[in-house]
């Protein structure tokens, strides 16, 4: 049977850390035709070709990325909600202007944790922003900026990417290009 168990799991050593550190943003576009699995793990998607452009955003804070798992025994279906909540930080009228049009979009998301890992997120259907503020506080200290939710429902998990860096993301976009400001 295609579902059945075929390894286990040692207890793994405490030297990971939370957090990301960026996203990229990707207008929807790329498609199962310009990727390239692992020869040996069809969970990480080794290149993508195509021409792409990255549009960074650094991170710091309070910054998330979680996947649930959504099983229903009735229907027989499973698939896997990935949801990404970031903060920016301070109003403008480019970043404004750029959240309006982001959430008319659908984009897809690479997510950069603080461990180095690189997951692409909303491969097949994009990602929705599904909810957002942009807030200016009440006291002093209070965030100001831009507060966004996206999610996208897949078949499978977010991909992992096989780089550890953003060198190394660029040698996965090989036709890629990253626009940090």
Known sequence: MACDIAMGRAESCKDSVSGLLAVYLINYGVTAAEITYDATETDMISAITGTTVLYKFELKGENSFDQDIKTD???GTTYFEQKLNIKLKKQDIATTKMIKILSYGRPQIVVHTRSNQFFFVGLEQGADVVSGTIGSGTKLGDFNGYSLSFMAEE???AN???CA????LLTV???GSIVAS
């Open 73 to 75: 025994r009735n229907t």
């Open 173 to 175: 976009f090989s036709a």
């Open 155 to 157: 078949k499978v998990p």
């Open 165 to 168: 860096s953003e060198a190394g």
């Open 160 to 162: 992992f990417l096989d």
